[in-house]
Each structure stands twice: as structure tokens, then as C-alpha cells.
């Protein structure tokens, strides 16, 4: 049982808790959907736009730090206190701020910290870890996006305040964040001191990246400058302390090294309000040369905060208008698909095609920030169907990082273009080759990703295919989608090996989307794509030399596409080994895996651990146990090219094989969305659930890395492509639905071709 | 030609800089030794006390940092600025402080800065990196251990001042150091704010270790309780800013998270002279269980800088009454003798003996400050003969680690104790396995020296010896000595395997101490000091039995030192193979390698790396180059056993074919102690100066990672064993002399067996 408070706090400037749309999250997920509640523990209480966490909980103090991640798609930021608590995990991550590290390469850098608000109550600290909590509440409004906090407290002194936070990165200008605090005294007659400051000081989990160039103040302003340290790259904050009632209060500038510190002292008596804004402009070189006047120019002419706070919310509900999907009957399925949408557009880059988005998004340091397949085929359909520019941003990234994916396939012996594993700055291979054992022993074991998972490359050409399909936008594609299907082509067709004695091209030793198998030969899932990039390449080079004849030769002479390679794309295209039964159509993963070890999962239950653990990577390598779904992954990409009962024969020898609960979290939605297209349902809804709460639930116990990024995107594919069934036809886009029986409505819009088309299902509504 | 700037600096209360005894480095060099002068460049002057730095070189800032380490035992200082200055590395390092860190498991934290004075003249700054330097000094007065500086400064608004600086850690007090702060104003009139800090945030080399705890402030005292992060040590540092002149002075508390501060807002105006005294107490949760409470109580009972200063000089007084040796005639080696046991000496841990010294003592990063071989063989003897007691403190630490020592044999499938070769808190074995190639590849490279560089168990072994046979300390030696040998004899008795086929015994798979060959066979110094070891095992079990009767029963009885084994100590002692040439007393390094391909390093001058660099590791491996002198070594730690002709002819064989200049710097000062046995007198000078200025000058180019701690251990080990050749014989110490022609004199003192013995060697006094 959850218990809400019904907070009646005295907030200023019409701030009310939304107390009436609350619902009991145990109640409803009792009511609506029928998921196992040991799948799906109650961490928090939901409404239709809100997540609210009723119980300060220090020992899952990360995972609601992840939870409450705000951002605006230039920067992110986990919600972490603004007086902060023992083994708190703080992030303000700027998407693009890279610095070196060992082992991994490269890292996104947590950047200085915007949220320090010190309270001292006649000298005693307001800190969580000490004094009694009577009352908490912590919510993130997704609608407005605004993350707010409530909480009674009692000093160790016994001093009784109320003191409520709320914060947002404004959507309607991304250099913009600010906090509101407010305290109440509730029995407590004294000075209060506030000091608001910028931390200098940050690091990711040990390793701290900034060196302090400068630091300056004047009047309430303060403003510091660092520089990463090997990337040098710069930064400038600077911060503005408004204080809404100025009688009795004395500023003073706390100038201390690298964590400038603005404090306010005043007097306060029960029943009386403070009421203070922070106010945080960021800047950093990638942006303008000079980011400390950027910064500061900026904070002199922005207005108070309720007018930064409405424009913020009109930026989200003109989001909203177009990338809403409504969801009745399932208060669950509506909020988490919701929040699912709120953290995909926070991670996105609005205004920059250098970045994309990390696997973890801008919430958490896990996989450093680096750039994965997740990208184009988890996220990318939500961009493009819903906002397109945001889509072309990511791609572009990828365009921009074409050099170092011609040097990556130089370095390997092939020409063409072969796209880095992980990705960041400038798309140079970052993946890691050594990691320690999770053993505790102190060796380490070599990680092959970065060399051998190269279907990497044809997930990029996918989404700019999709993109191209979907937009019609054949300026970009002329420009620069056909280069990026063309070259990575190229790369192919000197890849693939010709094996005279069998008649037939393969590609031997590669990982596939299924990672518990590495150095696997002729991966379905790989040869699959690199057919399908081929025809590909072939129908673009046409499309080009027919529309843009002048980009053709261009490209033709630049990518050294002669008719002979042409000829090489075609036979591979139809000649690449795939080993399927041609009489059910069920389809080996790699050739050989029917001849791995079976097992049975149910023999490893109950478990919290992901079964290559369990296993340890050898072993798991010579089971048939997945990871995620490597075969189902691909006919649902190619989903045209199969038929449902070939699909069914797939879904019914993968899915008892697959690592749902604990191996990959990619795999879920693909799941939910190919169990619709055979019309199983409740597998459906429970593996959909099982994607939808990974980061609100904390399902897989890792959400305290940060969201599950590819995630947010497949939850958006689940609804559309799986319970709304969409299918884009020669005439546009139709729905073929499957709803869970609980699901009332269904409303949600797309954009193809230049035009918007709003779905509204209403099932049954007179029943 | 360095030039000495004549500071007139109307310092108070008698703290004149002693510029008629200087001397300039370059004429001296030239006229006193002629040493090739590229081989040590020309950063300081010098006089018989004091190392002088005459110009502010922002290009080698962490040399400079490293030179001017100050220290008690307890910590160590580098010679950082207390205003920071861009790409500085400022470290203080507490003997016993480790936390843990990736790769290389532990490391030695860089704790709370307690540097840090920032002066503000009219709101500028005071910072090297802008304005104008219009006379600078720094110098390091090993008599007194003050590090102090002068600075004549303009800033970029034209005012000028001149500021001195001058910091200690006490050796009276070890939980005291402080700083004294002058301000004279030149031609300035109108306010100036000093901050006085305690830096909460440093890290070593871009890791951060410390959580913060707590922190506070009381009238003009500042404190900070912070905590490792892995390893949970807490640490609490107090500091107050005492001001001469109050009139006009406001004093504020700036209690920035993790940077508390208090600042001093003054009017100055031209000639009149501010003084500042910071004093800083520093506790950890390894002396006290409330070091907070220990900070603050020491805080409150100290007297004035003045009066601290005092006692702090005395206690080097009464240091170097004992400590120093006098060289007249060479005033290189002279202070460089002397800088050298300064060195030493902070790093011994005085009140401690569950630590001991670091490779790179307490004064960088290098190393991470693990404990090696370098303490007993290189250090120790400096402290066995002068000051016992640190003697005993290092041994402790050994025996204090025997349980991880036992660990590791029995990892490794042997009994008895089986030392790590890097030790840090317990004596587990932290040597790193795997580090990256230094090729700018990504590839890491295995490092065996953990798992088979096996001369530490001995090389420990010779250091209990030779302690207990210096100072007579039977009783140490019943309790802890002979338990030492006794045990680690035993896993020698395993660890030795029997050929016999050969017969005879041999040990295989070792690194010896010449690193540029691994996984050798035979190496002679590994099986020549196991046979002295085992032989020595046998002598001390036997005079147990005599005089401790007791003891040696438990000892046999835990140890499991039965007949049988005691037969095969005796066994392996008279067979364990070494390939030595009975006609010319060659010795081969280790079996085949003079099969190896020879090299003539003429060949690679002029260079600037080590040779391993040049050919790469497998390369070096595969030739006669040496990273430093194996044999020699032996040669030298049982000295008694070889003839002069013996050390000739391998001194002859091995010395051309080490890389003395950028292989090991353990090596010179051997090299030198072994030329003055064999009457070569001149090389013997250029291997001694080799080693005395490896750090001063920077010699060998990475003096800025820290002391090369060994070598001044080598140093002294050079003057006492090798010049002054003290030689003990059954009626005790004498002299064996070959000083260098330039030295008119050479003045010391040793202690044997708890009597001193001052020598004083004058050469041809009149001629």
C-alpha cells in the first residue's frame, strides 16, 4: 500500500500539488492489467502525466535520481537533491562534452552542478540524513515538465520548516534551467541562511574531469568557467539568486575556489514564506567561443522565473500537442508510455547533428555515454515520425562521423565505411577490448564488440531508409542519406567472404544483436541486413541517377562505384548465406546454433541475475540461450518480407530461449510487438509492462545507471507498430490494431510525408 | 648561468634569505667535478643548505612541485603554489591512506589541500599565469625543512606588491604544518581580501577518493571531515587564520560545501607589510576514532607561527646532528647529500609501523604508492644505521603483512610466506596485471612482477638480517626477525625445485631485478640470495634455540619447521644451481643469457627513453641489455663473498651493457658503490652524481612523478659504503675510504649496535 499525503502547502504563485488526480499505483495495477506483482514492485503513485514518490527512501536513493532525470535535449539532469545526501549520485550531463578516460576511451563528463541549495536553520543544515522527515513528496510532471518536492522537517534542534523545491531545463530555451525554493516555518523564530551555489567539483562515479579556469560575482551573480581536461573543452555557469521578499536580507558572495557560493541570510517567524529563485544560464565552447560572456550576457537579460516557468510549460505542451498518445482504461500503460516519450525528447538534440543519443540518455553514467545501434533502431522511428528534424539531427551525427567509420574499416583492411560499435565524439571506435571479470578475480576478459558486432553498420542505413521512406525528404537523402547507404555498401561487399566449394557468399565470425554468442558465423540477423542494405544501396544508386544525376557521379566517382561492384552488391544480395528451414521457415540464428546445448529457463528460476552470469561466458556461448531476440529482432525489422506463420514459428523456438527478465532491455518491446502481429496478447502486455516500467519500476534493478534509452524508443514502437499496428502502405500509413483488453482508447498522431495523421481507436466505449 | 636575485624583502621577525652562501650551480658543476654538464642540467642554485630556484618556469612546474616536497613522516607536500596555478599538480599524501582504484587495485590518496591562500588586490587576483613577475625565489632549506618563496609582482591593473610565502610540516608535531603569508605593498593603496581554504575536492591525477562528511566553522577556525570513498577512512582537517595586524581587518567564514574558507578584507597602503599565519591540524580515523574532535582540540591548544616554527627547527636540529654527512669541496654533492636525506627521512613514517615508504615517498603519484623491494634494500640501511627505530617502524610493516603474505604462497601453491611484490594496507599483492602498452595502441600488456618477481622474499629477509646484526636488537629479532626468515625460508624450501637428472636444484619462471627480462630460469641474484637465505634461515633457527629456546619451539611448532625440512634448507643451499665461470668469476645473469643477442648501446645515443622503450619489451627481452645491474646487485648485497677480481670482471662485462641513464634509477648508486671497490674512482663519481640529482635535476626526466625515493636511500648507501667504504668487521665499523679527488672532506656518523661512530675523513688538509 502507497499512502499519499495530501500536502497543504501554503506555495505562492498558484503551485498546487495535483492531489485529486492521484491514484494508488498497487490499486491500478491490480485493477487494470493483471501483471505479476513480483515482476513489478510499487515504488511509486501515478497520474496520468504525473510519477510521485510519497516515502523518502535513502537505500533506492540512485534509482529515483534516475527516475526524476530532467532535460531539455541540450543537457540532462538527474534528480538528485539540491542539498544533497550521503552516496547521492548527481548528474548534469551536456550531450557532446566528451573527456578522455582510461580503458573506455571517452567519456560524457558530469558537468559542474547547477542544483546546490544549502538551507541552515539557525546554523543547523537542512539534510535529510538527520533531523525527522514528517512528510514527503517528490513528482515529476511530465506535461509541464517540472520536478517538484515537498518536505516536513523537524531540526535535530527541533525546529519545524516546510520547504518545497521545483526545477526545470526549459524546453523554450535550452542554455536555461532554474529552481524555486520555498521555505515555511512552521515553530522556528530565527535566521535563515541560504546559500546557493555552483559545484565546481563534479565527477563520474571517482573521476573528476574539469580544470577551473576562472570564477567571478557581481552583485547577486556568480559565474565559473572550467575547461575538461584532455579534450579542453569549455564551460562557463553562471547563477542568479532572486529573492522574492528583500526586507531584512543580507546577500553576501562566497567566493570559495571552483564552487561559488551566493548566500542569503534573514529572519523568518511561523506562518512567513521565503521564496527564492535560482536562476542558471550554461554555455560551453562547443556552442560560442566565449562561453563566460555567453553566460553571463544571458542571465542579465532573462525575467523572473513564473515567466521562464510558463514559457517552459507552453514549450512542452506545444511537444505534447503532436507526440501525446493517449491511452484509456490503463492508468499504468498511459503514464509509463508518457514518461517513456518525456525521457526519449529530453534526450534528444534539438539544435546540434554532432550528437546523438547515449545509451543511457543524458541520465547516467553507464556505457559512458557512448553511442549504440540503439540509436537508429530504438529510437530514430519515434524522431521520425513524430519529429522529423530531431530525426534528420541524429543521422546526421552519423554523416559527420563518416570519416573515422572510412578509417575503422581502413584499419581493418576493407574499404567503405564501417561505423564504430560505440560512438562518440567523432565516431572513432570507443568501445572498450578489456573489462574486468565480474568474477572478483582480478582478471580481465577481452570484449569483442568494437571488432566483430559489425551490424552496426546496416542498422544506420536502415534508419536513414526509414527516415528517407517516411519523410520523403529527398533533398537530405541526394545530400547526404544516400551517401551514408552507399558507402557503408561499399564496406560490405569487400566484407563478405565468396566460398566457391559451397556457391555461396558468408561472413564469418561476428557478433549478432544476441551478445551471449560472439565469433558466430553467418548471423542470420546480419546477413539478413547486409542482403536487404544491398538491394538497398542498388535501388538508391538508381533513384539517384534518375533524380539528382550530378549527385550520382559524384558519389560514384568519390565511393569508387564501378559497374563491377554493382554486379558483386546483386549476387551477394542474392547469394549470402542464411540457414532456414525452407519447410516451417524457422531460421538458425548462426550457423550451429541448433547444435548448442538446450536449455530450459524455468530450470534458473527464480533468479536476479542475467543467465550469462549465472553461466559465465563461456558456457553461455555453448547454450542456446539469447541474450534478446536476435532472429524475431530481424523479422520485425524486415517485417514485410515474412509471414505470420513464419513468424510464429520463430517466436515460439526463440522466446522460451530468451534472457527476457535480465538479459538484454532491447528486447522486450521487439517482443511485445511481433506477439501482437500473432495475436498473442497477454505475452504482449507482459512483455510491453516489462519495458514500460524497466526505469520506473526498476525491473531489471539497474535503473539507478540511468534510463534504459532504447527502451523509451521501442515503449513508442510497442504502442505504435504492436498495439496500433501500423503499416505504411503505397497510399500511406494504415493501422491493423491489437489492443489489450483493458486499453479503451488509443489516440496518437504521426507524420508521413509532410502531413499529420491522428489515430483516435475507441474500443468498445459503450460496453 | 643562473642568476641569483638579491631580494631585499623586509620580511619581520628575522627571516632573511641567505644569499651570501650562495653559490651559482654552473660554475660550481664546472669547477668541482666535471661531470659532463648535458647530462645534468642547470635548474637551480645551490648552497650547502638550501636548493634555490631563481626564475618561475611554468614549463616544468611539476619538477619544481616535486623538488620542493616538504614532509614529517606523517605527510607529505609538494611544492605547490598556495595560489594554484594552471596544469599544477598539487598533492598531500598521508602515509597509510589508501582507497581503491581501478587496474592498480589501491592507491595512496591525494588528501584535503590545506595550500591554499588566495590574495585579492582590489578584486584582482593574485595569479603567476597573468600580470607581471618582477622577481621571484623559491627555496628549500633541508637544515630548517622551511620551503619558502618571494614574489615581486605587478598585476594586470598595475598594482604592485611584493609577497613571501613560507611553509613547514612540522617534525615537532606530526599532525601540524603551516604557513606564513607577507604581504608588502609597493605602490598599492585600497583593499585586499585573503582567503585561506581548505580544498575538500583534489584527486589523484583525475580519480577523486573523498566523500564529504561534515564540516564547520567557530569564529576564525575552519574544519572539514571527509571520508574515502572505498576504503572508508575518515580524515578531519582544522585550520586557522591568524592575522598580525587586526586593526582594519574583517574577517568572514565562507562555508563553501567541501572548500570552507575564511577571508580577510583589509586597507593596505604602500610600505606597510600584512602577516597572515595559517596553522592546520590534521587527524585520520587510523590514529583516532574522533579525528574531528582531535583537529579542533589541537587547533584550540597551539601557540603562535612563530613559536611552532621553533620547535619545528629544532626537531631538524636534533635530526641532523646525527643524519648529516659533511662534504668539503664539492658543494654539488654536499647539498645534494643532504636534499637527498632530507628526502629520506619525511618519508620514514616515525610514529607508525603499519606502513612504510612508498616508491615515490610521499610526494607524487607515481607508483600509486605501493611499497617495493626499494625499503629494504635501498632505504633501509640509512635507518638501520642512524636512525634504528624508523629501521624497526619499516620492518614492522613487513611483519605486520606476513598474513597476506601466506595468503599469496598459498595462492600460488606453496607454504610459508611468499611476499607481494607491491604491498600497500595489508600486504596483498597490488602489483597490476595488465597496463597499456605505451605504444599509443589500445592493447594492454601483461605484467608478470606479481606473480613471479620472487627476490622481494628475500630481499626482506637481508634487511631483518642486517638490521638485527647493526643494532643487536635480539629481543626484536626473537619476537618479529626470526619469524620473518624463518618463514619465508619455508616457502623458498617449496618453491625450489630438484633436477635430477641435473643434480641439482634450480628455480625456474622468475624476473629478477633486471625487469627488461622475464619468465627467466636461474636468475643468479634470485638463486643467490635463496641460498644466503636459506643458509641465514638455519644460522638464525639455531641461535633461537640457544638463547630463546621458547620461541624457537613455537616458531618450529607454527612454522612447521621440522628436521626434514631443515635437511633440505641445508640441501638447497650447497646445490641450488648458478651459472658462474669458476676460472673468471663471470657470472651469467641468468641461464642462456649470454646466448642472447648482444648490443652496443653507443649504438642508440643520443637518446631519451629506456631501451625497453626503443626495441620494444619483446625485443629487450631478446637481448643483452640490462634495465639495471643484476649481478652487480648480488655482487653487492653479499659483498663478503666475492673478490675484487670477481666484482671487476662482472663489473666489466655488465656495465656497458646497462641502460644507466633511462633503465632502472635504482641502478647508479650501486654502480657507484661497487666502482669505488674496484679503484674507479671517476666512474664512480659520474654514477653517484647520476643518482644524487636524479630528482634535483631531473636526470632522467620524471622527477615530476615524484621522489625517486630508492635512490636516496642509494645516495647515502654510495657516500657511507662506497666513498667512505665503512666496512663491519667482527670488532665493529671501519673505514675502507676511496674518496673522489675533489673532496677535501667527508664527516659522518653511523650507530652499530648502540654505539655511534663519528668518522671524519680530511684529505691532504694543507696541500
Known amino acids: 500500500m502507497v499512502s499519499i499525503h495530501n500536502i497543504s502547502f501554503p506555495i505562492t504563485n498558484s503551485l498546487p500539488i495535483e492531489v485529486s488526480q492521484m491514484h494508488k499505483f498497487s490499486q491500478s ?100 540524513d538527520r533531523g525527522e522527515i514528517l512528510n514527503y513528496q517528490q513528482q515529476l510532471d511530465v506535461h509541464k515538465g517540472l520536478l517538484s518536492r515537498y518536505i516536513h522537517w523537524r531540526s535535530q534542534a527541533g525546529h519545524t520548516v516546510k520547504i518545497y523545491f521545483e526545477r526545470f531545463a ?6 536555461l534551467t532554474a529552481i524555486r525554493c520555498q521555505i515555511l516555518s512552521v515553530d522556528f523564530t530565527g535566521e535563515i541562511e541560504i546559500q546557493s551555489s555552483i559545484n565546481g567539483y563534479p565527477d563520474n562515479q571517482g573521476v573528476c574531469h574539469w580544470e577551473w579556469l576562472d570564477q567571478g560575482e557581481k552583485e547577486d ?22 529573492i522574492n521578499n528583500t526586507e531584512n536580507t543580507e546577500i553576501q558572495i562566497k567566493g570559495c575556489q571552483g564552487y561559488p557560493t551566493v548566500a542569503a541570510s534573514m529572519y523568518i517567524q511561523p506562518g512567513k514564506i521565503i521564496t527564492l529563485d535560482k536562476i542558471v544560464t550554461i554555455f560551453t565552447s562547443r556552442e560560442t567561443a566565449t562561453p563566460v560572456k555567453a553566460a553571463k550576457d544571458k542571465l542579465a537579460n532573462v525575467s523572473d522565473y513564473l515567466t521562464l516557468r510558463s514559457a517552459h510549460i507552453e514549450a512542452w505542451a506545444q511537444v505534447w500537442q503532436n507526440n501525446d498518445i493517449i491511452i484509456e482504461g490503463d492508468l499504468i500503460a498511459q503514464i509509463a508510455v508518457r514518461y517513456n516519450i518525456f525521457q526519449a525528447i529530453i534526450a534528444a538534440p534539438q539544435q546540434d547533428d554532432r550528437v546523438s543519443i547515449p545509451a543511457k540518455s543524458l541520465s547516467g553514467f553507464s556505457y559512458r555515454g557512448h553511442i549504440f545501434w540503439d540509436t537508429e533502431i530504438f529510437l530514430l522511428p519515434l524522431f521520425t515520425f513524430t519529429q522529423p528534424k530531431l530525426a534528420r539531427n541524429l543521422l546526421n551525427y552519423r554523416y559527420h562521423t563518416l570519416a573515422e567509420a572510412r578509417h575503422k574499416a581502413l584499419d581493418f583492411g576493407y574499404e567503405g565505411a564501417m561505423f564504430a560499435w ?46 528517407w521512406q517516411a519523410t520523403g525528404d529527398d533533398d537530405w537523402m541526394s545530400n547526404y542519406g544516400a551517401e551514408l547507404i552507399l558507402d557503408t555498401a561499399v564496406f560490405w561487399g569487400c566484407r563478405v567472404e565468396w566460398y566457391p566449394e559451397k556457391n555461396r557468399y558468408e561472413i564469418r565470425d561476428v557478433i549478432g544483436p544476441d551478445e551471449y554468442h560472439d565469433h558466430v558465423n553467418n548471423n542470420a540477423f546480419t546477413n539478413q541486413m547486409v542482403k536487404w542494405h544491398l538491394e538497398t544501396a542498388i535501388i538508391v544508386l538508381n533513384w539517384l541517377r534518375q533524380n539528382y544525376p550530378h549527385r550520382a557521379n559524384e558519389l560514384e566517382t568519390q565511393l569508387k ?9 546483386a549476387d ?47 558456457k553461455a556461448n555453448q547454450r542456446q540461450v539469447l541474450k534478446q531476440p536476435d532472429v524475431l529482432m530481424l523479422l520485425f ?19 522460451p530461449r530468451t534472457d527476457h527478465t535480465y538479459g538484454s532491455s532491447l528486447g522486450p518491446s521487439i517482443h511485445a510487438i511481433l506477439a501482437c502481429e500473432i495475436d498473442k496478447l497477454t505475452a504482449a502486455y507482459e512483455h510491453f509492462m516489462r519495458a514500460a516500467m524497466v526505469d520506473l519500476e526498476d525491473v531489471r534493478g539497474n535503473a539507478d545507471e540511468g534510463i534504459h534509452a532504447a527502451s523509451t524508443g521501442g515503449i513508442w514502437q510497442a504502442v505504435i507498430f504492436g498495439f496500433a499496428g501500423l503499416q505504411i502502405t503505397e497510399t500511406g500509413p494504415i493501422l491493423n490494431p491489437h489492443l489489450p483488453p483493458s486499453w479503451n482508447r488509443l489516440q496518437f498522431k504521426i507524420q508521413w510525408r509532410d502531413r499529420w495523421y491522428e489515430f483516435d481507436l475507441k474500443l468498445n466505449p459503450a460496453e
Open 170 to 175: 526549459s524546453l523554450a530555451q535550452q542554455h
Open 572 to 618: 551477394i544480395s542474392k547469394n549470402l548465406w542464411i540457414s532456414q528451414d525452407l519447410q516451417t521457415g524457422l531460421i538458425e540464428q548462426f550457423e550451429g546454433f541448433f547444435n548448442l546445448q538446450d536449455i530450459n529457463l524455468h530450470d534458473y528460476e527464480p533468479r536476479q541475475k542475467s543467465m550469462q552470469s549465472i553461466l559465465g561466458i563461456a
Open 422 to 467: 560505440e560512438s562518440a565524439t567523432t565516431g572513432e571506435e570507443v568501445s572498450p577490448r578489456w573489462v574486468p571479470l565480474a568474477d572478483g578475480s582480478k582478471e580481465l576478459v577481452r570484449i569483442w564488440c568494437g571488432d566483430i558486432e559489425l551490424h552496426i553498420t546496416s542498422d544506420i542505413a536502415y534508419g536513414v531508409w526509414q527516415y
Open 221 to 242: 551573480i556568480i559565474w565559473l568557467n572550467t575547461s575538461t581536461r584532455h579534450t579542453n573543452l569549455e564551460l562557463a555557469i553562471a547563477t542568479q539568486l532572486q
Open 561 to 569: 562505384i564501378t559497374p563491377k561492384r554493382l554486379d558483386i552488391w
Open 637 to 655: 525489422l524486415l517485417r514485410e518480407k515474412y509471414t505470420k506463420q513464419v513468424i510464429e514459428t520463430n517466436w515460439n523456438y526463440y522466446t
Open 29 to 128: 495495477l491490480c485493477d487494470n492489467n493483471g501483471i505479476n506483482e513480483t515482476i513489478i514492485p510499487h515504488n511509486f503513485a501515478y497520474t496520468e502525466w504525473t510519477v510521485i514518490d510519497t516515502k523518502f527512501e535513502p537505500n533506492s536513493l540512485q534509482h529515483r535520481e534516475t527516475v526524476f532525470t530532467i532535460g531539455n535535449g541540450y543537457l540532462g539532469t538527474r534528480g538528485s537533491f539540491e542539498e544533497g545526501y550521503p552516496g547521492a549520485m548527481p548528474a548534469t550531463l551536456i550531450n557532446g562534452i566528451y573527456d578522455d578516460v582510461p580503458m573506455v576511451y571517452t567519456e560524457l563528463v558530469n558537468c559542474p552542478d547547477w542544483l546546490p541549495i544549502v538551507i541552515s536553520i539557525e546554523g543547523e543544515r537542512f539534510r535529510l
